[in-house]
């Protein structure tokens, strides 16, 4: 069982639609970060979180500890949005160094 | 370009074959780590060096792995004998320990074992 877990799998939206993509883990984590990865394999990042809300543009990303679970939103979608979003962490375990454990991604596509 | 880079960006090799893969991390940057992913799944860590220090390796990495950081920077991560269940996206990032560690990928290298 994966110690990170996404939904949904695959994702669809017309363009301008709000998404949501969400995450939950099952320990405690130093750090929850959500990447997103374009066709060709490039992995970029987006957000690294310890609490509480970041934005950046029209993404906005939220974690509440207590429940173990993050979102990732996207406003007024673009087709140029389409990508694999994926959440990782890094747990709070010393021997583990940062080593990031990954959720299977989000597939989100945007029609125009 | 100063971000992370890999080569060879693409390799296809026959099974049974040995194959090296190559990272040059953000110069400034103390870890290095290996993912691998396969098809339509998250990646997996496979190891990570602190400096030229190798801390971790998972239980993924069989005795035919092998990855080196000799002088704490770039960093190859070999493959011996290589099996069809081999066949993913290496992929290769760095972090600067202390700064809150965000990792920075590199563009991977997709191995095919034909």
């Known amino acids: 069982k994966n110690e990170v877990e996404q939904s949904p799998q695959n994702l669809t939206a017309q363009e301008g639609e709000f998404i949501t993509i969400n995450c939950s883990y099952s320990v405690g984590i130093s750090a929850l970060h959500w990447l997103q990865q374009h066709p060709g394999g490039g992995i970029v990042s987006l957000f690294m979180?310890?609490?509480g809300k970041k934005k950046h543009g029209r993404l906005i990303a939220t974690i509440n500890i207590q429940e173990k679970h993050s979102s990732l939103h996207i406003t007024a979608s673009h087709p140029r949005d389409s990508a694999v979003y994926i959440c990782a962490v890094s747990f709070m375990i010393k021997a583990a160094g940062n080593k990031l454990t990954f959720g299977g991604g989000t597939r989100v596509l945007v029609k125009p | 370009d100063t971000g992370v880079s890999q080569d060879p960006r693409h390799k296809i090799t026959k099974r049974g074959q040995n194959v090296t893969f190559r990272c040059d991390p953000i110069s400034e940057h103390n870890r290095l780590y290996w993912y691998r992913q396969t098809l339509g799944q998250g990646p997996e860590f496979l190891t990570y060096f602190q400096n030229e220090a190798q801390l971790e390796k998972s239980r993924l990495l069989s005795d035919r792995f092998s990855a080196e950081r000799p002088k704490g920077s770039f960093s190859t991560l070999e493959i011996q004998r290589t099996e069809q269940g081999d066949s993913a996206m290496y992929l290769c990032a760095s972090s600067f320990f202390g700064s809150g560690e965000t990792q920075y990928f590199g563009p991977g290298t997709r191995l095919l074992v034909l």
């Open positions: 979180l310890s609490s």
